[in-house]
């Protein structure tokens, strides 16, 4: 257009369609039937991941973390991330013996591919004691110990210890002295009262009362001091009391709560501590096939150990009843201070009347005498 003059007018651009961005825009961010936004498809994965893995770490049970990954898609991808599953604890991968399944299997198994040392752990117990898978059960425990995991130490040396999975000759008592004190230098309890009792009889390593005892000793100070830092209220409370014999230092007494004397050098009763998912899932295994894992075999007689026979007369019997079982001497030690001291009968309870060992009551491998035991 022109003016009277000559100029011209500039021309005027069109304006944008904003209804069509406004549009685009919508269906980008739709409102859901609350009138609110729906922010969470917009968290960008790593704090989703982050999320989740500190929910694997401290969940108190399986469902807990199973609950999460059902609620939708994306989590149920997210939360199968080899990142979220390599923090997985303990209580999340304790899967009760009635649960289990071929899904269970698989998701412990991708566990322990995705590096969890629990899972390996777990898994090659179960593999290896419940499902007699004993080559692929021993390597996962071994894949855990070779990153200083102190329980599949401890377990792989009570197989070495007994020979379990294969013969009497198969046992290899150096290697299994070798594991404890590997376990023993990572302040497993177990393996400390096993290493000790080994070096008390000087079996598999040379005999060293006094190094044995400092061991025995130094499992029970470790024992009080988890009970006494753990704080929950199931436990008995300690105090120091003021003994009333004279020129004695003052010992530690049970406030309220019944025990057994664990550390009867000290005074101390101490309750018996929570087992490992792991053998709660042994114990549980086989107390639904009937306490019998197979024909002549047994089950090791202290309370939450779980461990089975691989044959028959694998494990060690109290050399006084000769009705109780031992995969190891950690566990007798224990079995007979917590139970079987008030229930252990004299040795004429299973001889027959010519004063022979009764038929599958003989004396197993090697008996260790329970006053042996508890030196």
């Known amino acids: 257009m022109r003016t009277r003059r000559g100029f011209c007018y500039p021309q005027t651009l069109p304006l944008p369609n904003m209804s069509s961005n406004t549009h685009k825009r919508q269906k980008r961010m739709p409102e859901n039937t609350t009138g609110g936004s729906d922010f969470f498809d917009f968290l960008p994965d790593d704090i989703v991941l982050s999320i989740l893995g500190k929910l694997s770490s401290t969940a108190t049970s399986p469902s ?3 609950s999460v990954l059902i609620t939708c898609k994306r989590l149920n991808a ?20 009635k649960n289990w399944c071929d899904s269970a299997h698989r998701f412990l198994k991708r566990c322990a591919d995705a ?18 898978n004993r080559g692929s059960g021993a390597s996962m425990m071994a894949k855990a110990a070779m990153k200083s995991h102190a329980p599949s130490l401890y377990s792989l ?10 013969t009497k000759n198969d046992k290899d008592l150096r ?6 004190a590997r376990a023993a230098f990572l302040g497993h309890i177990d393996g400390l009262r096993e290493l000790g009792h080994c070096l008390q009889d ?3 390593v040379k005999q060293n009362v006094i190094e044995g005892r400092r061991f025995l000793v130094q499992a029970n100070a470790r024992e009080l001091a988890a009970v006494l830092s753990n704080g929950n209220s199931k436990h008995p409370l300690m105090r120091w009391s003021v003994n009333p014999v004279q020129n004695q230092p003052p010992q530690i007494r049970v406030v309220s709560g019944s025990g057994c004397p664990l550390l009867s050098d000290f005074g101390c009763n101490v309750p018996v501590q929570e087992a490992h998912a792991a053998n709660r899932f042994l114990t549980e295994w086989f107390e639904m096939r009937g306490g019998f894992p197979g024909q002549g075999m047994m089950l090791c007689s202290n309370t939450g150990c779980g461990r089975p026979e691989t044959r028959k007369h694998e494990f060690r019997r109290c050399s006084v009843c000769g009705v ?16 079987h001291k008030a229930e252990c009968a004299p040795v004429e309870r299973w001889l027959d009347e010519a004063g022979q060992p009764v038929a599958g009551e003989g004396n197993g491998d090697g008996d260790i005498n329970v006053e042996e035991v508890d030196r």
Not at 324 to 338: G, I
């Open 157 to 166: 040396a009570v197989i070495q210890f007994n020979g379990s999975g294969g």
């Open 64 to 66: 807990d973390f199973i």
């Open 115 to 132: 590096g969890n040392i629990e899972a390996c752990y777990t898994l090659g117990m179960i593999r290896f004691y419940c499902l007699q």
């Open 175 to 180: 290697a299994g002295v070798a594991l404890c």
């Open 78 to 97: 997210l939360g199968l991330n080899s990142l979220v599953l390599s923090k997985a604890s303990n209580k999340t991968l304790s899967v009760k013996a």
């Open 324 to 339: 109780v079982n031992y995969c190891s001497r950690a566990c007798q030690a224990l079995d007979w201070k917590f139970r």
């Open 202 to 204: 000087g079996y598999g």
